[in-house]
């Protein structure tokens, strides 16, 4: 596909109007901070009072901050993810594009040791989480929009002790493809399958791995293209650049 340049991006950018579920979060930010600079409007959900101000003063050196906004609320099952959708739309209007970043890392322990705390925290609300916000989004947007699924790679490699790390990604692996089926041409969805991601937490990276800027610019490239539904293995920078190379985004 044709590249596009950055004034023709910027300039369908600044329609969209994005929820960034898990925009908090060490890959979140990185996602953040990519959909302000391509000019949109970012909503970002956050549980905590705190972890808000926390948030906005990580990101005081961003450009547009004017376009960001935070909303403190619940979204982890069926009816707070529902109000919560229902608030964002009635405040700030109609939402062209979400992408949930949710989730959590443990390692410890074979499967058949899995102490039944873990199973909950790590399989069943995480699972829960997304299939809510799925359930609470995905119909109002547009045909034009997208839902975007950020998943780790133990979505389908095995990491031995983190067995319900491995479950609950292939669980949601496999909910991304059968919305994409259901969804047909009515609704676009993507799914990004990352390798280790470098993030503030991590200074000891690798330089090839992807970061939070490249999961960042990949979710702004789906959205601004005409790209369909579509599962992609993002593990280093060359595949975020490749990535956009295909669909038509600029790097």
């Not at 045909?143 to 609950?168: D, K, W």
């Amino acid at each position: 596909m044709e590249q596009s340049t950055a004034s023709e991006a910027a300039d369908r950018a600044s329609t969209r109007r994005v929820v960034v579920i898990g925009g908090t979060g060490r890959v979140g930010e990185g996602i953040v901070r990519e959909w302000l600079a391509a000019g949109a409007e970012v909503i970002v959900p956050t549980r905590s009072a705190a972890r808000e101000a926390e948030f906005r003063d990580l990101l005081s050196d961003v450009t547009g901050l004017d376009r960001l906004h935070t909303v403190v609320t619940d979204y982890a099952d069926f009816a707070s993810a529902a109000a919560t959708a229902a608030r964002i739309t009635t405040d700030f209007g109609d939402v062209t594009d979400v992408v949930a970043s949710v989730g959590g890392w443990w390692q410890g322990a074979p499967l058949w040791d899995t102490d039944p705390e873990v199973w909950q925290r790590y399989f069943v609300d995480l699972t829960t989480t997304h299939i809510a916000n799925v359930r609470a989004w995905l119909p109002r947007l547009p045909e034009s929009g997208s839902y975007q699924l950020i998943l780790g790679g133990s979505a389908n490699t095995v990491v031995p002790g983190a067995g319900v790390i491995n479950m609950e990604q292939a669980a949601l692996l496999m909910m991304s493809r059968t919305l994409s089926a259901e969804a047909g041409a009515q609704r676009r969805l993507f799914t990004l399958i990352l390798g280790p991601v470098a993030t503030r937490g991590r200074p000891w990276v690798d330089p090839t791995w992807v970061s939070g800027s490249d999961v960042g610019r990949v979710t702004v490239g789906h959205a601004l293209s005409d790209a369909p539904s579509g599962e992609v293995s993002v593990r280093s920078h060359q595949d975020a650049d490749d990535r956009l190379a295909q669909i038509g985004g600029t790097r």
